[in-house]
């Protein structure tokens, strides 16, 4: 064999294992463009993204979260892609439709993406008491022929039982209301659907249908309550963002890992920061930012270090690094807070880990 065949033949066996090795690679997408969710109380992929969006890959998940563990395990897309949890042409017959056992995946609606949201298990709840509001936010401003919000039967347990459409009584609805009427928030615009109960108590969940109304396109969304609590609403205007598309191991637990204390109320903004992970050469930072008092316009975020850093990658922020500091200011969608409203942004760099000064200077 000719000394240029045998190069020949190892080039071609090179780009074979590079091919097989890229088609291994499966990356997150990113969310889906439009289409909405219940942001409070918490549908169970949307909470699943709110907490682990930023650490996705971070173990601890298994034992703290373990249903959204399970969940992001099965397929990070019902995740990632919180706000595309429908179904089109069920022309309102949604029994129809859906099958018992597969309400919270609107029967294993996208290719059996959101399967995982059917499992049985102790799903993180949200505290609410017997009058709370349902909060649907529309990323597309597509509206609602209708809203229908129901509560589990008491006696249900959705921790040992799969839920079932005998399981609902319907305890809210609203009939067609345009986008126009909805709130106008960043990114999008969103509605509160008022709930009125009496007696309950304990576990529950509570089952949101939403028939938009610029097709046949109806979303089904599961969140799981504990009624006793006071219920407040969320603050914040959900993101949109995208995911990081190469993390490196975790080695670390976050609950591990070294924090800034709050700092005072002073000012528009305030900002904390968390390493979220760490491993050998880099670390993943996770910031929260707090409006103060009043709301505000948009925020920009410094972290000043002890030594240069070097950011290889952001989200849910444009986040850059000049020597010693590293600069976060919101997009488009997650600027406006309301007063005491929250948003959190994160990244990655390499290099050590450490705790910078962290100040937040707002635009009202």
Known sequence: MSSSLRIRLLISGLVGIVVATLAAV???????????????????????????????????????????????QADPNAMWNWNGLF????????????????LCSAGHTQSGRYNALDAVGNWTATSVGNSFNVRLFDGASHGADYIRV????????????????????????????????????????????????????GRAMVYT??????LDQSYYF?????????GTPPTSTPPVSTPPVSTPPVTTSPTASPTTPAPPASGACSATYAVASSWQGGYQGEVKVTAGPAAIKGWTVSLAYAGSQTIQQGWNATVSASGATVTATNTGYNGALAAGGSTTFGFIASGASAVPTVTCRATV
């Open 26 to 72: 499966v990356l997150p997408a990113g969310p889906a463009a439009a289409h909405g969710n219940v942001t409070g109380p918490a549908s169970r992929n949307y909470g699943c993204y709110e907490r682990w969006g930023s650490k996705f890959q971070d173990p601890a998940m298994a034992t703290a979260d373990p249903m959204c563990w399970q969940a992001w």
């Open 87 to 102: 179904r089109e042409g069920v022309a309102g017959n949604h029994q129809a439709a859906i099958p018992d056992g597969q």
């Open 150 to 201: 129901y509560v589990t039967k008491p006696g249900f347990n959705p921790v040992t039982q799969a839920l079932k459409w005998s399981d609902l009584d319907l305890v809210s609805q609203i009939g067609n209301t345009p986008a126009a009427q909805w709130n106008q928030v960043s990114g999008g615009v969103q509605i509160d659907v008022p709930v009125a109960l009496s007696g309950r108590t």
């Open 209 to 214: 249908i939403w028939q938009a109304s610029h």
């Open 222 to 230: 599961c969140s799981d309550v504990t009624f006793g609590g006071a």
